[in-house]
């Protein structure tokens, strides 16, 4: 595309805007990008289009009460309906990292059917994040090739295992192994405790399948000090960032690591539009930044280009980066780019209660809930007829608390407020975590007459579930409700809020396959006909899996990372 500003580019001498590498984007995936080419002793040039934020010093609600706020941390009717999409993800404590609708809007062939969550700040999506942790196995990365979705991943477990490892030993991640194939174990830290609850809910379950196991999340809250942080506080306030290093984010640990090596120039306010390609040498050169405040337009220029600005930003660069080699987008022979959008849907399951246990209560604020790994279609004896694939169930039990029940607590003066200080029923809810297929019509494109502030054509999205995902919401539903009911608890209701696509994962838009004929990177994250350009953020997923994928990001982007400096040396790119 032509620059927007083209008559202010600054250029400032090719010399001195060169760099061995370019990460761009600070979230989970770009973060590990920084750390890893930095440590390897490249030059490494880091932009984030969003504003900085320094770790501790700019968490600025992170130790505030509700009264502190203005509007007792929630959010004003004003606030919903200016960004009736960005207020999904945040209350007024986490404001601050979340990006408004008003300031970046995007556009939807479907008005209401996706909720894209943004942060745009140095870390990105790493300071609220959900800190769900686990690993895919073969079933995952199988899947595509034996029900016939989508396109094969040219890599299996064997190939990312050690990768995993390398992660989680520097993040720490507590939980606990349960030697399930299709849910690999992985390096833990001790686990956070059950409630009485949920450990009812467990035992039951033991007792009465064979296919199930209930284990508690596996989450990058830590229980004890890791590397210099935490341990985790059970604050629960993670999404306002968390100035004890409870949790791993690229603000508390990946970014420092980069920039304790002295590799690592971060420029944040830097909106990278474009990637320069050039068609002599056959390989991209550098790219375009549009500074966000002043609107300036500089060219940065490097050996190797790592793109992880979240999978539908970067599938944005690349369909914007278009010249003559590659008229509709840089790397997409394949007419893969963009397309593929995948999501794990949520929020259908089951909720319930119990009498029992009224002496019984648990101190702090758990960031994590109990987990059970997917059941349905591992073999012939869980194989359904009516769907592929499957999902996994996230959940929790607690007392109900005063906020849930002064409406309905009759009364008044000191009797209601000592009915308000006693806790009362224990709760428990089910969600499931469900895979949705890989379909080549949910998609993110360029709109041919909108544009943004900055002059760069919004994205548009069409994305819908289909009938799998619908057929297997029921199960969910059932499912869940049934476990519930052996395991005594009473008032089980199952419940289906249809959320939109967005409040999942987003993932695929250039997607890894074989074959550059339908795919748009290889095994090794490199764009197919543009070697120097790697792609390692939630664009590359080729099936989305069952479980949370922000580890299978950082495992793929350490190992792309070791690929692409061994390739660098080799004088291969």
């Not at 278009?322 to 259908?348: A, E, K």
């Not at 209560?361 to 109990?370: M, V």
Request: aromatic share 12%; net charge neutral.
């Amino acid at each position: 595309m032509g620059d927007p500003k083209q008559v202010n580019i600054n250029n400032k001498g090719v010399a001195q805007n060169t760099y061995d590498a370019i990460v761009v984007g600070t979230g989970i995936s770009g973060g590990w990008a920084a750390k890893e080419l930095c440590q390897k002793g490249l030059k490494t040039l880091v932009l984030e289009r969003g504003r900085m934020v320094e770790h501790v010093k700019d968490y600025t609600t992170a130790n505030m009460s509700p009264w502190e706020f203005p509007h007792h941390g929630q959010n004003p009717l004003k606030e919903l309906a200016a960004n009736p999409i960005s207020t999904i993800f945040h209350d007024e404590g986490a404001k601050p990292f979340v990006t408004s609708d008003e300031e970046y809007p995007y556009l939807q062939d479907k008005p209401g059917s996706f909720a894209w969550a943004r942060g745009f700040q140095v870390g990105g999506r790493s300071l609220i994040w959900g800190r769900q942790v686990y690993r895919f196995s073969d079933l995952d990365f199988e899947a595509n090739a034996k029900d016939g979705y989508g396109v094969d991943w040219p890599i299996r477990y064997k190939d990312i295992e050690p990768w995993y490892s390398y992660i989680e030993n520097f993040i720490g991640v507590s939980g606990q192994a349960e030697g399930l194939p299709q849910l690999p174990d992985g390096n833990f830290l001790p686990p956070f405790e059950m409630n009485c609850m949920e450990q009812q809910l467990k035992d039951t379950v033991k007792a009465n399948y064979k296919d199930r196991v209930v284990t508690m999340g596996r989450v990058t809250n830590i229980t004890k000090g890791w590397d210099g942080r935490g341990p985790c506080q059970a604050r629960n306030l993670c999404s306002r960032g968390c100035p004890f290093g409870g949790y791993f984010s690229s603000n508390a640990s990946t970014l420092p690591a980069a920039a304790a090596t002295g590799n690592m120039t971060l420029l944040p306010d830097s909106i990278v539009y474009e990637v320069i390609y050039d068609e002599v040498l056959q390989k991209a050169t550098g790219v375009k930044v549009m500074n966000a405040i002043t609107k300036e337009v500089t060219q940065y220029f490097a050996k190797i280009i790592f793109l992880n600005a979240s999978s539908l930003a970067t599938a944005g660069i690349l369909l914007r980066s278009t010249s003559r080699r590659f008229p509709n987008g840089l790397g997409n022979d394949s007419g893969q780019l963009g397309h593929n959008i995948m999501d794990h849907f949520l929020m259908s399951g089951a909720r319930c209660e119990t009498d029992e246990f009224a002496d019984k209560y648990y101190s702090g604020r758990r960031p994590a809930g109990i987990y059970i790994p997917r059941f349905r279609n591992l073999s012939n004896q869980t194989a359904r007829k009516d769907y592929v694939r499957g999902w996994g169930y996230q959940g929790a039990a607690e007392r109900t608390h005063w906020e849930d029940r002064w409406k309905t607590i009759e009364g008044f003066g000191p009797d209601f407020k000592k009915q308000l200080t006693q806790p009362g029923n224990w709760t428990m809810w089910l969600g499931g975590w469900g895979e949705t297929l890989p379909y080549f019509d949910n998609q993110v494109s360029l709109d041919k007459e909108q544009k943004d502030k900055w002059g760069l054509p919004l994205l548009r999205i069409n994305f819908s579930h289909r009938q799998n995902e619908d057929i297997m919401r029921k199960d969910i539903e059932a499912s869940a409700a049934e476990m519930m009911e052996k395991a005594g608890f009473k008032n089980v209701q199952t419940f289906d809020y249809r959320l939109p696509g967005g409040h999942g994962h987003e993932m695929g838009t250039a997607r890894m396959g074989r074959d550059p004929k339908t795919s748009v990177v290889n095994s090794n994250n490199q764009l197919h006909s543009v070697k120097n350009v790697f792609i390692t953020d939630g664009s590359f997923m080729t099936s989305a899996g069952t479980a949370n994928p922000s580890l299978t990001y950082m495992a793929f982007t350490a190992r792309a990372c070791d690929f692409a400096v061994t390739e660098l040396k080799k004088g291969n790119i």
